[in-house]
């Protein structure tokens, strides 16, 4: 990521995500999040609104539609992400370039308000019912190819696992090691 312009921005949402699918099934949601900063003026002792922000942002796969899920217009969020141009043409055949934020994390901002997050469902690991009907499970088929490694590599060489599976079958014998 080095040489892209990395930013956060806290704002409102201006309206409701929108969810859109690309031909090839990725989820993505836009939204522009409006930022207005407020400075204290002492000599009127008030707080002044400077001019505010409208960032377009575009939020992409799973993220897409967790914000799409939770976030609505107005709700106050902090989004962070990097800073992408993008070049089109008016009706009138003029070039524009515009800057929206590609958005790598959003959520809620607590500041004036509480959330309770969701419940996900929990990721488990593959239990007896996922084996083949031989038994096997389908991880232990699973293979690595020796022209990864070096062959006399310790743990993953070929003198180490000669037929290159994750789990080699258990050997019985006492280990002879070769002395370097």
Known sequence: MSGETSITVIGNLTSDPELRFTAAGAAVANVTIAST???????????KDGDTLFMHCSIWREAAENAAASLAKGSRVVASGVLKPRTYETKAGEKRTVLELEVEEIGLSLRYTAATPAARPSTTEPTLKDAEPDGTHPADSFTISPRQYADDEAWFGLRANPSGLVAPPVITETPVYESE
Do not use: I, N
């Not at 900063?37 to 707080?47: G, L, V």
């Open 37 to 47: 900063p407020r400075t204290f003026d002492p000599a009127s002792k008030e707080w």
